[in-house]
């Protein structure tokens, strides 16, 4: 019962995004994206082409029944699987259509869908595999959802920080490299800048990041992201500035 | 003129809205782009921000020195606040979209400052 009421929610939605017409279902890539993509594969009951965005790349799949009877067409890619029926009793096809999609996941940052008209494919007698099946034969954890916005961008920019300290409501619950000097600046200086900056742009809201070029001298860099109870101060060499803000937008946007 | 290179500039990078070239030391906007549509107060806001993120005389906001930039990126803007490297007291404010490209104005608008500041 619960089930079919996540999936009337879902159906339901009003929060969702579109681009172009394409309705965006995972705003990561890697298992986010491939747990986002069988998922969309759970609710689809009638026969259909789910064309999915996966990063630059296009997936035109053949869905019925609540099950993946194929991949039509991979922009880019060819690959024996490729129309082909799927079927448990080929299981080298299906680990080779599981590893396609999950590479392209694997390097996109955006996957999205849509939804259009059946095409041929296969045979009549073609069911297909259901998602929950995929699920399990490619190790995909339907329910995997994208991380917190503050927990996104430490996880995809951790290996550029030369240190950082992770904050949970009042609490630092992490600290990477040289967590001292910026635990002096959190507690001494950012509540501070915070209440002031409050106090003349009255109209701010929702998640922020303040980045700071040469506050510990030429070519340092910090960074203060926060998003509902998460923040994070971070310190980074100032050449990573812009890759970074465009990182944290692509995040929060 | 310094209205056309701050004009040349917003007119380069789509999201680019306003503009504004400050001095830190009054606390003052100079001039802004002539296609800005923010109010007075708005922009007297901006600047006010600006001195409270980079520092003016005997204020540091973050760490131990003054930054020479700051960004604000939100859910809905982008502000970007920088100050001119041999006049520390004249500083650009830019008010962008959050989608604006990123990787390319902050070096434009850098180099913008630097041509108005050194009187170019």
């Known amino acids: ?253 | 003129m310094v209205v056309d290179a701050l004009d040349a500039l917003q007119s380069s990078f789509a999201g680019c809205e306003t503009l504004a070239f400050a001095d830190l030391s009054t606390q003052m906007i100079l001039v802004t782009n002539s296609a800005t549509t923010s109010p007075r107060e708005a922009l007297d806001a901006l600047c006010k921000e600006a001195a409270l993120t980079l520092g003016t005389k005997g204020t540091i906001a973050i760490g131990s020195d003054q930054s020479t930039a700051a960004i604000i990126a939100g859910e809905d803007q982008l502000r970007v606040f920088m100050r001119a490297s041999e006049e520390p007291a004249d500083v650009l404010c830019c008010v962008c979209q959050p989608d604006v490209d990123v990787a390319g104005f902050i070096p434009a608008a850098r180099a913008c400052l630097e041509q108005i500041s050194g009187g170019a």
């Open chain 1, 1 to 253: 019962m619960s089930a079919l009421t996540d999936k009337l929610a879902a159906l339901s939605s009003e929060d969702e995004v579109f681009v172009s017409g394409a309705r965006v279902i995972a705003q990561d890539g890697g298992s986010v994206g491939l747990a986002a993509i069988l998922r969309e594969i759970d609710v689809t009951v009638l026969e259909r082409t789910l064309v999915f965005t996966i990063g630059d790349a296009t997936a035109s799949l053949i869905v019925a029944g609540r099950r993946l009877k194929g991949i039509l067409a991979l922009s880019g890619q060819e690959d024996p699987s490729i129309g082909q029926a799927l079927s448990r009793d080929e299981p080298e096809t299906l680990e080779a259509a599981g590893s396609l999609l999950s590479a392209l996941c694997d390097k996109a940052t955006r996957v999205m869908v849509r939804s259009e008209p059946i095409q041929p494919f296969g045979k009549g007698g073609d069911a297909g595999i259901s998602a929950s099946s995929l699920a399990e034969f490619w190790s995909v954890d339907l329910n995997a959802r994208p991380l917190p916005p503050v927990a996104r961008f430490v996880a995809a920019h951790g290996s550029k920080l030369s240190g950082y300290l992770l904050i949970e409501g009042n609490d630092v619950t992490e600290t990477v490299g040289d967590a001292d000097a910026l635990r002096l600046i959190w507690d001494e200086q950012v509540l501070a800048l915070r209440k002031n900056q409050k106090a003349i742009v009255k109209t701010q809201s929702g998640a922020q990041m303040l980045c700071f070029d040469g506050p510990m001298g030429e070519g340092t860099a910090i960074a203060i992201a926060m998003a509902g109870d998460d923040a994070c101060i971070c310190a980074f060499s100032s050449d990573q500035i812009t890759a970074l803000t465009a990182s944290w937008q692509a995040i929060v946007s």
